[in-house]
T-cell receptor, first 113, second 111 residues
């Protein structure tokens, strides 16, 4: 079965600090995605990637950067964390053709104080 | 931009009853329609999907799509307490391999 892992699972950061969330997938999927999930907003797309070396802005990219150094790894970077970025972050991977199903990691709960 | 809305926001159903969830979308060119289920504290997981108008049944779950009405639904027959979860509908955008998710319907199945 598809496997997506995320680290850390929980993170407490200070305002203005730098935070890096990591994601690894063993599905050999080309596409990877970063979402945040907040009550009342559902899953919102932050950044996505179509393959190693590529990153694209999603619907809410402000305050976030992304990095895709390899097929397996996709990172989300908060250079200057703010309390409004307190949320649960999910990484997902998906295939390019056929079924458009996305496979999600277990999530990272980030609290910015 | 694609808009996806779900109803109801939440519902409580007795064990053994039918659960019906609704999703509307705004882009008539959309091609893939799916339901994801998310148990509390867990990751969303795809439940089932449909590409063309009509109905698709898998076990206790049925998905129904009407593109002309910009609407699709999920029906759960003989609902079980283990079906208690947040249900998210998702629609593939007409450009690119991206999904737009609804906010979700929280379902509680009471024994």
């Amino acid at each position: 079965e598809a496997a997506v892992t995320q680290s850390p699972r929980n993170k407490v950061a200070v305002t203005g600090g730098k935070v890096t969330l990591s994601c690894n997938q063993t599905n050999n999927h080309n596409n990877m995605y970063w979402y945040r999930q907040d009550t009342g907003h559902g899953l919102r797309l932050i950044h996505y990637s179509y393959g190693a070396g590529s990153t694209e802005k999603g619907d809410i990219p402000d305050g976030y950067k992304a990095s895709r150094p390899s097929q397996e790894n996709f990172s989300l970077i908060l250079e200057l964390a703010t309390p409004s970025q307190t949320s649960v972050y999910f990484c997902a991977s998906g295939d390019v053709w056929g079924a458009y199903e996305q496979y999600f990691g277990p999530g990272t709960r980030l609290t910015v104080l | 931009q694609q808009k996806v809305q779900q109803s109801p926001e939440s519902l409580i159903v007795p064990e053994g009853a039918m659960t019906s969830l609704n999703c509307t979308f705004s882009d008539s060119a959309s091609q893939y329609f799916a339901w994801y289920r998310q148990h509390s504290g867990k990751a969303p997981k795809a439940l089932m999907s449909i590409f063309s108008n009509g109905e698709k049944e898998e076990g206790r779950f049925t998905i129904h799509l009407n593109k002309a009405s910009l609407h699709f639904s999920l029906h759960i027959r003989d609902s079980q307490p283990s079906d208690s979860a947040l249900y998210l509908c998702a629609v593939r955008r007409s450009a690119g391999n991206k999904l737009t998710f609804g906010i979700g319907t929280r379902v509680l199945v009471r024994p």
